[in-house]
């Protein structure tokens, strides 16, 4: 069984491009509907203490599914499982690249591709934007986080962007000790 | 030593990416900017590597700096160092499910803490673009080549969606600006 969880989520690893929320779906589809290790009610609670904890998504579920079928010992086959193709894959593309970059062609490729990457940031940032609890609270503290970073990055601060999380949750805490009400209700009420 | 300070830096993005790989792309931005491993260059790159090969992103990312950093070591140890707070919150979230969220104040510190991430990664993302697009502007050689593309990529990504009703893959929309960087910068 760990052989086959391990060998369950390389698969898993080796087939989705595009990170965590493709694996989701190939998760499901390979967990819950052929191999019935997991009901879709318990891969759609996972998804969601997936998203609202850190770290990378895909490896959530991983250490969910396998912890699930075998305990510990499953949850690291399943976790080490999802790791292990990118880990090769990636180990390989940093020994040939610095080799590969000096072509011209392919630095000009690169180039290009730069502005494709913040491209994707930006919409991912919206994405989020457009899903987030839509407080009074919440809009003030994205504001004033995206005004930090900014700063940060032009005049070169050094102010870590964790320092500055630290910071909204402390602003958080201290709002929803004073108003009585949790955070997160509040822009519901007015 | 720089086997600790990549165990540290990663068990720090491990630990505060809240939303996925994006979310830890400005922490990764932190670190190998702090420490000189890479520049903004280099790091673009990076990101974009480990959008295009297959595997979660943030595993991708921090594999990367590992092994290019310090070699199969280093990147046996950021790996783990980015997996394991999500892999222990996820087993404790197992044991005492749903215990922990329902708490007021645990839920303010989410609450705060969600909103400032997506700005921090709006200003990451913007910043990014900002730099590669009008930067060169500025330059003696007023470059605009750089601003021109990306213009035109964001018309193509997001009038694709608007026409198609369907986000354009990012693997597509990376290689469609490594043929046009290809195209303009070796004519």
Not at chain 1, 50 to 59: D, K, N, V, Y
Not at chain 2, 143 to 171: E, H, N, Q, W
Request: proline content about 3%.
């Amino acid at each position: 069984m760990l052989v086959t969880l391990f060998f369950t989520f390389a698969k898993i690893g080796l087939f989705t491009f595009g990170g965590g929320y493709a694996m989701i779906s190939l998760i499901e589809n390979i967990c819950v509907e052929q191999k019935k290790w997991i009901t879709h009610n318990e891969m759609m609670k996972v998804t969601v203490i997936a998203e609202s904890t850190p770290g990378p998504i895909a490896i959530n579920c991983a250490t969910f599914v396998g912890y699930r079928q075998r305990g510990a010992a499953g949850a690291i086959a399943a976790t080490l499982g999802v790791v292990t193709p990118s880990f090769i894959i990636i180990y390989l593309i940093t020994v040939f690249l610095e080799r590969f970059l000096e072509i011209q062609g392919i630095m000009n490729g690169f180039k290009g591709i730069r502005i494709a990457v913040g491209i994707m940031i930006l919409d991912a940032s919206i994405n989020m934007i457009k899903k987030m609890h839509k407080t009074t609270l919440a809009y003030v503290i994205l504001c004033c986080s995206f005004l930090a970073m900014m700063l940060n990055s032009i005049f070169s601060w050094g102010i870590s962007s964790i320092a500055i999380m630290l910071t909204a949750a402390a602003i958080s805490l201290v709002v929803s000790a004073v108003s009585g009400i949790p955070s997160g209700k509040k822009g519901e009420e007015k | 030593m720089i086997y600790i300070n990549l165990l540290i830096g990663f068990l720090k993005v491990g630990l505060f990416s809240f939303g996925g790989a994006y979310a830890a792309i400005p922490m990764i931005r932190d670190i190998v900017l702090e420490y000189g491993w890479m520049d903004e260059d280099a790091l673009m790159n990076m990101v974009a590597i480990s959008e295009s090969t297959p595997g979660p992103i943030m595993v991708n990312l921090a594999t990367y700096v590992g092994c290019s950093r310090a070699g199969i070591l280093g990147g046996i140890l950021t790996t783990i160092a980015v997996v394991v707070p999500a892999f222990t919150i996820i087993i404790l979230a197992i044991i005492f499910m749903e215990k922990a969220p329902k708490n007021k104040y645990v839920s303010a510190v989410f609450h705060g803490m969600a909103p400032s991430i997506i700005g921090i990664i709006l200003a990451t993302g913007l910043y990014m673009l900002l730099k590669i697009s009008i930067r060169p502007l500025m330059n003696d050689t007023a470059d605009i080549r750089p601003v021109l593309m990306t213009a035109l990529l964001l018309t193509v990504f997001y009038g694709s969606r608007k026409l198609l009703k369907k986000k354009m893959s990012p693997i597509l929309l990376i290689l469609l600006s490594a043929v046009m960087g290809v195209i303009v910068y070796g004519v």
